[in-house]
């Protein structure tokens, strides 16, 4: 093995520490050099030089190189075009490799793997022989595997990547089944996989069982680190107790996970959410170098205060997946037409997990064609989406939010085209009499947020409009458990068009 003597010159950032050379060959602990390993450090190179990571496209011409397959078997098992991937991609791909990871060598398809195979072991040695405190990062909880690939994200796991540094709280918002938990997961794995130095222990915690505020802090304190006994835990005293989880959480650089945190808001009892939001304010404001990231539906009313443009509180609402990615799922569930999966992934704006009960019901009721599903024209939706709505509607959403819902879809069925503001506005004040505007922006903002509407902003008039997605306009429609149309709602039930 060489050592490389220049590294620190010529990488600034990350190898920011002093080499002691004479160290590196004791402290040799090199890991097995995986595929994954070396992109992690070839990304963190990369974002660190053009503040992105390598595009799906990249990776796929990366991996194919590694592999030692030729261009067309590339092409052939990606979404990607020969040409696109072997005149597009790679020319490009192979100047910037020989730009970070090249030094001085010109990085193509048939080095590639014995170059970035040395300079990810080497990299690995630079770090452990330039700082212990980096030597491991403690994972604690089990993250979830998700067994399936994991496709696109590399804007959001680029914008995480930011964001946990800056912040101390980072909240992942958006509906049911979108990829919060999934892209948290990875986020961490990612993390785990590569030594950097913002955290020394990464916590993976789930809340969907909606733990009392006491038994969460215990539940935390347990798994950061675990008690000799449980005498060691103040008695009872729910501060102490918090007190005692900061003091572990400020001891050393951590990155919590809070899964499903909106399990913790759910329960309509004003005392038990008025004691979490104090908590997490409170833990907010005195996590030092450590940060919390959240996965929710949505943001908890307690919570709209702290969302402010210089808080230490930070929103990243999770939309679905890019039509490519979309399209890569679909297809590794078993559809193959691709304009077909396009239709599909627009449809269902991308949701993987409503993707994934679409493919289900198109292999099991439609022998996998696509089209036949869709010339059907019946929109469909899981039963983890129908729950979450049953719970928005049944508990969650106001009266006048409800009322928003159910005008825009009734308008959309005679229109077929998105509900401006000023139209909307006009309506819904003539129909019901006592709603102000400042209530109607309100609930539209909530409504947003819980990505229950789409807007859209007219590049001419920059007027917005208001639209729903075809599974919530379905939901709307068929109001299965009657939550949609109360009883102190004046609408009837309309019929809307599947
Ligand atoms: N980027 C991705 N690539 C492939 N599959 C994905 C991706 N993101 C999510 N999935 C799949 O979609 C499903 C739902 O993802 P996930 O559980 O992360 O959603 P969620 O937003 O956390 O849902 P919930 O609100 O119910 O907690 C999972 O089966 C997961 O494997
Ligand atoms: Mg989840």
């Known amino acids: 093995m060489t050592f490389i003597t220049n590294f620190k010159s010529q990488y600034p950032k990350p190898f920011s520490i002093n080499l002691r050379q ?123 595997s998700y067994k399936a690939n994991f496709y696109g994200r590399t804007e959001e796991l680029a914008q995480l990547d930011e964001l946990v540094t800056k912040q101390r709280c980072v909240m992942l918002v958006g509906v049911a089944g979108i990829g919060k938990s999934a892209l948290a997961a ?57 007190s005692l989880l900061i003091k572990q959480l400020r001891s050393r650089n951590c990155l919590l996970v809070l899964d499903a945190f909106d399990a913790l808001f759910q329960k309509n009892v004003f005392q038990e959410k008025l004691d979490y939001s104090l908590f997490f304010r409170r833990l907010i404001q005195d996590l030092n170098q450590s940060c919390l990231l959240l996965t929710s539906r949505f943001l908890p009313d307690e919570f709209d205060d702290l969302i402010t443009p210089d808080s230490l509180i930070q929103e990243l609402k999770i939309e679905g997946l890019d039509t490519k990615s979309a399209i890569q799922l679909l297809t590794e569930k078993g559809l193959t037409d691709k304009e077909n999966c396009t239709r599909i992934a627009k449809v269902y704006r991308g949701n993987p997990s409503e993707l994934e009960a ?11 064609n696509a089209k036949l599903f869709l010339d059907n024209k019946s929109t469909i939706f899981s039963s983890k989406f129908e729950a979450a709505l049953n719970q928005m509607f049944g508990d969650l959403l106001s009266l006048t939010q409800r009322q928003i819902l159910i005008y825009i879809a009734e308008e959309i069925v005679q229109s077929q085209k998105s509900i401006g503001f000023s139209k909307l506005l006009k309506d819904m004040k003539s129909k019901h009499n006592l709603v102000t505007t400042l209530e109607l922006i309100k609930a539209i903002e909530k409504l947003e947020r819980q990505s229950l509407v789409e807007t859209i902003k007219d590049p001419i008039t920059q007027e917005i409009s208001f639209n729903l997605q075809p599974i919530i306009k379905k939901y709307i429609e068929i109001d299965p458990i009657g939550a949609v149309h109360e009883s102190n709602n004046c609408y009837p039930k309309i019929a809307i068009a599947s």
């Open 22 to 144: 004479q160290d590196a060959p004791t402290l040799l602990f090199t890991p097995k050099v995986t595929f994954d390993l070396a992109l992690a450090v070839v990304n963190k190179l990369v974002f660190a030089e053009k503040s992105r990571y390598l595009s799906e496209a990249e990776v796929a011409v990366m991996k194919g190189a590694w592999d030692d397959d030729e261009y067309d078997y590339i092409a052939n098992n990606s979404t990607y075009s020969l040409n696109y991937l072997q005149r597009g991609i790679a020319p490009r791909l192979w100047d910037l490799l020989s730009e970070t990871i090249g030094r001085g060598q010109r990085v193509g398809k048939k080095n590639l793997r014995i170059i970035l195979e040395q300079f990810t072991e080497e990299y690995y040695i630079y770090n452990f022989a330039t700082n212990e405190s980096q030597k491991s990062v403690e994972v604690k909880g089990s993250i979830p």
């Open 186 to 242: 990875k986020f961490l794995e990612n993390l785990s996989a590569e030594f950097q130095p913002n955290f020394s222990c990464l916590i993976w915690k789930s809340v969907s069982h909606a733990p009392s505020l006491q038994d969460l802090v215990i539940e935390l304190i347990e798994l950061i680190q675990p008690c000799e006994s449980e005498l060691s835990l103040p008695n009872n005293n729910t501060q102490a107790i918090i």
């Open 358 to 368: 679409v493919v289900h019901r198109v292999n099991h009721f439609f022998a996998g």
